[in-house]
């Protein structure tokens, strides 16, 4: 058998939805596992465990390897983000660290195979790639509200440093404060104690509210749904590009194998005519 036969054994298997649920299902067992292994166990249990956990890293390096041998070029694979994600997730849960004293940072690491249902629920990808897209335009949001932030901070502990230092002692504190007064955690304790010294004092924290909690609250929700439609609109581009990808690659697929056994056919003919005895005149 050719290897393009092989591949396309391999692109079926990869294209399998009862593959991928397969897998998806391995990788909460494998989350499942190391939870687990937190409680105090018989050594018989965790020995078990133990032995489940290097079978499951063995599943994730023979899937990772169909997934690469399933592509027409080998560094066709690293062309997407997720695929390096995945790529590296399996290569750190093969060092072997459990028997050093870095075995505490060889669970740490096993645990982030969890973070591969992202790679393979697609909504999930959509909801990560509309994060990292919104990061850039949030920043800008994030730094205005820093400015008002230090803004308040600062005037905060001019008006009222004196009247509670814990509070209102110093800019750290200061921006502390007002942190527990955008989360709205007991917010009216301090405000009603600054009013005691400064009867209009609320003016003060009813426009910072206004401020961090509605207009940038609301800026921050609405790049986020933005940048999540786009998300949306390019996952339904890619999957149209994608169905049509794979209705072209199974029939080259097919093709594939029909010529393969055109060959073999032509192979056994040979064999055959080559045993019959010569005709003799």
């Not at 937190?38 to 078990?48: I, K, Q, V, W």
């Not at 998300?231 to 010529?259: G, V």
Request: proline fraction near 2%; aromatic fraction near 14%.
């Amino acid at each position: 058998m050719s290897w393009e036969l092989f591949q396309a054994r391999f692109q079926e298997i990869r294209d399998n939805k009862v593959f991928e649920l397969f897998v998806i299902g391995v990788i909460v067992f494998s989350s499942l596992v190391i939870g687990v292994r937190t409680y105090e166990l018989h050594p018989l249990l965790d020995g078990g465990l133990r032995f489940l956990d290097y079978a499951v890293t063995l599943f994730f390096v023979i899937e990772l390897t169909i997934r690469m041998a399933a592509e027409q070029r080998f560094t066709d694979f690293f062309k997407k983000g997720w695929n390096i994600f995945d790529f590296i997730i399996v290569v750190v849960s093969l060092i072997p660290l459990d028997d050093s004293q870095y075995a505490l940072v060889a669970r740490m690491l096993r645990l982030f195979r969890v973070m591969r249902l992202i790679s393979f629920i697609p909504e999930l990808r959509v909801l990560v790639n509309a994060l990292i897209s919104a990061m850039p335009r949030m920043g800008y949001v994030a730094l205005l509200m820093f400015i008002i932030f230090y803004l308040y901070a600062v005037i905060g502990n001019l008006l009222f440093g004196h009247l509670n230092p814990v509070l209102w002692g110093d800019l750290g504190v200061s921006l502390l404060t007002l942190f527990r007064v955008a989360t709205f955690e007991d917010w009216t304790d301090v405000m009603y104690e600054a009013m005691t010294l400064y009867r209009f004092s609320w003016i003060y924290f009813i426009t910072f509210i206004f401020f961090s909690a509605f207009v940038f609250l609301n800026m921050m929700i609405g790049i986020v749904v933005e940048v999540l439609d786009e998300e949306h609109k390019k996952m339904e581009a890619e999957n149209i590009a994608d169905s049509l990808a794979d209705e072209k690659s199974a029939k080259e697929c097919y093709e594939i194998r029909i010529e393969s056994e055109i060959s073999a056919l032509h192979q056994k003919l040979d064999i055959l005519l080559a045993q019959q005895p010569l005709n003799k005149p």
